[in-house]
């Protein structure tokens, strides 16, 4: 399943650059994950590296965006893929 960053965010800039996906991007006042572009890192790495380096414990599995692993890797596959 994809990610959500809750409104804990604080700002803080570190989730955005860990991202291979670039699936965050900053809103108005706090970070936001695409859900079409987040795999949880699977394909890249072993732990989503947001969830590694956020202070704050906000971000955790998005309810409304429910995927199993599979998905997840065609969903690396998808955005890695090289035309």
């Given at each position: ?35 079409e572009r987040c795999t949880e890192c699977v394909g890249h790495f072993d732990e989503s590296q947001c969830v590694k380096v956020c202070p704050v414990d ?26």
């Amino acid at each position: 399943m994809a990610l959500v960053i809750t409104e804990d965010c604080i700002n803080c800039d570190v989730c955005e650059a860990e991202c291979p996906n670039n699936a965050i991007s900053q809103d108005d006042e706090t970070y936001v994950i695409d859900p079409e572009r987040c795999t949880e890192c699977v394909g890249h790495f072993d732990e989503s590296q947001c969830v590694k380096v956020c202070p704050v414990d906000c971000i955790v599995p998005d309810p409304e965006h429910a995927e199993t692993q599979d998905q997840l890797m065609d969903k690396f596959v998808r955005l890695t893929a090289t035309a």
